[in-house]
């Protein structure tokens, strides 16, 4: 069975830094594409990036590009969604999902929880 | 970069109705790399269709998904109770390589 499993909810204040995690079981790991997609409070879903754990090649969205680093450990079957430094912006509630394989993008099967990050003073 | 439109915005009918959700991209989708995603209040999405017409795992037959190049539908035929959620498209053919429409929200009239 397929699974996605993120790490749990954040409390934290601007300008700090901050890294979510969502490990993937049931398939082999490296050979799919694994994104991260944002949902604000009572908003749409907003793609942000995107990471083949084989060769570890990403993409971003222009809206997010240089905002925050995707990586992925195949070791550990795991990825990765870090900021170096939250703005209150950033609250939001976080989903990473499986996408396609090699060059095919592909539509998202396999959703995590998700991971609601909150950033206030 | 592709844009999505979905129209309408909110759309309120009742169970057993017909619904009819549209999505429209400034420019063509490769392929026909255009899905269909289901969400419900404090869930994840949910895949329903992808290739513009083939059913994700699982999904009933009266959700159908048609069109090509900047026009898609989801159409549900009747619709059950549960079928009352957001409905997002994304195409994933065209850099950047994905985009999600605003959704639509199906509402019980």
């Known amino acids: 069975e397929v699974q996605l499993v993120q790490s749990g909810a954040e409390v934290k204040k601007p300008g700090e830094s901050l890294k979510i995690s969502c490990k993937g079981s049931?398939?082999?790991?490296?050979?799919?594409?694994i994104g991260w997609v944002r949902q604000m409070p009572g908003k749409g879903l907003e793609w942000m990036a995107i990471?083949?754990?084989?060769?570890?090649?990403?993409r971003y969205s222009p809206s997010f590009q240089g905002q925050v680093t995707i990586s992925a450990d195949k070791s550990i079957s795991t990825a990765y969604l870090q900021w170096s430094s939250l703005k209150a912006s950033d609250t939001a509630m976080y989903y990473c999902?499986?996408?396609?394989?090699?060059?095919?993008?592909?539509?998202?099967?396999?959703w995590g929880q998700g991971t609601l990050v909150t950033v206030s003073s | 970069e592709i844009v999505l439109t979905q129209s309408p915005g909110t759309l309120s009918l009742s169970p057993g109705e017909r619904a009819t959700l549209s999505c429209r991209a400034s420019q063509s989708v490769g392929s026909s790399y255009l899905a269909w995603y289901q969400q419900k209040p404090g869930q994840a999405p949910r895949l329903l269709i992808y290739g513009a017409s083939i059913r994700a795992t699982g999904i009933p037959d009266r959700f159908s998904g048609s069109g090509s190049g900047t026009d898609f539908t989801l159409t549900i035929s009747r619709l059950e109770p549960e079928d009352f959620a957001v409905y997002y498209c994304q195409q994933y053919g065209s850099s950047p390589p994905i985009t999600f429409g605003q959704g639509t929200r199906l509402e019980m009239k």
């Open positions: 990471i083949y754990p084989g060769d570890s090649d990403t």
């Open positions: 999902a499986r996408f396609g394989s090699g060059n095919y993008y592909g539509s998202a099967g396999y």
């Open positions: 049931g398939y082999s790991f490296s050979n799919y594409w």
